[in-house]
């Protein structure tokens, strides 16, 4: 608790991108070694400083007290949101990182103030508590909104539905149970975020535990089975509004990334892949008319390729589908950067006009069958996954392993684990930087937050 709003927290996306550069990456690691040498997932400290004399590498460790956690999409306990005119915890403070195990049901409470390169534990929330007092299992997302901390949890405890939300307590961080007062026909669920302008919450759709855990399942995905709907929310009143289905062939809707002006009501979520042809797209969402409506503005089509050079999951279609598996929209709401997975490629798009998007660069690493390489290191596994922007829009750090199973499924010959850097260019274009280069060996590198914030972690409530 401060007397004064921690120094991080901005009123504004313009005053956020006008702070100091980050200088550390929080990386969270999947152990992937065999039986015989199973190690706990951990979360790591990159130095982010050009010049450091240990620029590019990591300085910091914290290795989680249990194996098999699958460590994946982690949060600040505050942020920006702080300063919302009704936010009741003006003076909380960016201090813990929550880390939840997608496959373990805990959450972890990690401490980043004293030493931000030596991250503490200080406390564990574990699943049977989680499930007790919310009904919900496998926590996905942290979010840390104006009145408590959000967290998108993919099921119930016995691998069915239905997913949802839940909130922890922004002083001790216990769960506070099921944010949902009424939840209409939402059944399955993946990310949350919303319009804080227009008190609008929306969820995104994956499947169930047990639909995902063991890697995609065909019959499921042909049969249009994997989520394929967003769902609105009224923020306030906690209840359901809309389910917009974009179609049942849009298979697997993930990441939303709304305006960070809290005045444009609009945002954008990106498809997996669709049934009919591989392809992958991006959607639109827009208040119109008192309702909210989604279109689709981006389409990537599939790559044709030997059948020999595909995984067995692959062969049947002699085609290397895109597979967008994160995106990532810059705080000035220009540039929404799309990670296509399958095919190892980074897309960056003009998005001044949201509703007619114009590809200005690409950047090669990694895929499928390409395997484009990375001037320090050759030829890389894996592709562009989680991606994440400096708040000034200079910096874009990425990761390259999804999900361990589905890992197996696309890249089964392994995946290697790497984060890198590109420098995007005030007036267009980005460019790999070759001297950053993060090996992780033996561990895969998911999600990425950045000291101080970073343009997918902070909500603002003024322009």
Not at 292 to 300: D, T
Not at 390 to 404: C, E, H, I, P, Q
């Amino acid at each position: 608790m401060t007397w004064k709003p921690d120094p991080t927290f901005y009123p504004s996306p313009r005053s956020a991108a006008a702070a100091p550069p980050e200088e550390l990456a929080y990386v969270v690691t999947l152990n992937t070694a065999g039986d015989g040498d199973r190690r706990p997932d951990a979360l790591n400290v990159i130095d982010l400083r050009p010049g450091s004399t240990t620029y590019a590498t990591r300085i910091g460790r914290l290795d989680m007290p249990n194996v098999g956690d699958e460590l994946h999409h982690f949060g600040w306990n505050a942020c920006s949101s702080a300063l919302c005119p009704w936010a009741p915890h003006p003076h909380v403070e960016r201090r813990y990182l929550l880390v939840p195990g997608l496959r373990s049901s805990r959450i972890h409470l990690i401490d980043v103030k004293d030493d931000p390169t030596a991250p503490k534990l200080v406390k564990v929330i574990e699943a049977e508590t989680l499930a007790g007092r919310t009904g919900y299992s496998r926590p996905h997302t942290i979010h840390c909104g104006p009145d408590g901390i959000y967290v998108s949890a993919l099921g119930a405890p016995d691998g069915g539905g239905p997913g949802g939300v839940l909130l922890l307590d922004h002083d001790d961080f216990e769960p506070l149970g099921q944010w949902e007062v009424q939840r209409g026909p939402q059944e399955l669920a993946y990310d949350v975020w919303w319009n804080i302008g227009y008190d609008t919450l929306l969820t995104s759709e994956w499947g169930t535990p047990a639909m995902v855990e063991d890697g995609v399942i065909p019959e499921l995905l042909l049969g249009g089975r994997y989520g394929h709907q967003l769902h609105v929310w009224d923020l306030r009143r906690r209840r359901h509004t809309q389910a917009i289905d974009l179609g049942a062939e849009q298979q697997m809707v993930l990441e939303l990334r709304p305006a960070h002006d809290p005045r444009n009501p609009y945002g954008f979520v990106g498809v997996v892949v669709s049934t009919t042809d591989l392809s992958a797209s991006v959607w639109l969402w827009n208040r119109e008319n008192g309702s909210v409506s989604a279109h689709k503005v981006i389409e990537v089509p599939a790559e044709p390729a030997d059948p020999d050079e595909l995984p067995p999951a692959l062969k049947p279609f002699g085609a290397v589908p895109p597979l967008i598996t994160d995106i990532a929209l810059s705080l000035d709401d220009r540039y929404l950067y799309v990670s296509c997975w399958g095919t190892g490629e980074l897309k960056r798009y003009d998005v001044t006009d949201p509703a007619r998007p114009r590809e200005d660069g690409s950047v090669r690493l990694g895929g499928i069958v390409r395997r484009a390489p990375h001037p320090a290191a050759g030829p890389l596994t894996g592709g562009p996954q989680m991606v994440e922007v400096s708040r000034d829009g200079r910096r874009v750090y990425l990761t390259n392993s999804l999900y361990a199973s589905w890992d197996a499924q696309f890249y089964p010959e392994g995946i290697s684990g790497w984060m890198v850097k590109l420098d995007a260019e005030p007036g267009g274009g980005f460019r790999v930087d070759p001297e950053f280069f993060v090996e992780f060996e033996g561990e895969r590198p998911h999600q990425i937050r950045l000291q101080g914030g970073d343009a997918s972690s902070d909500s603002y409530c003024f322009p």
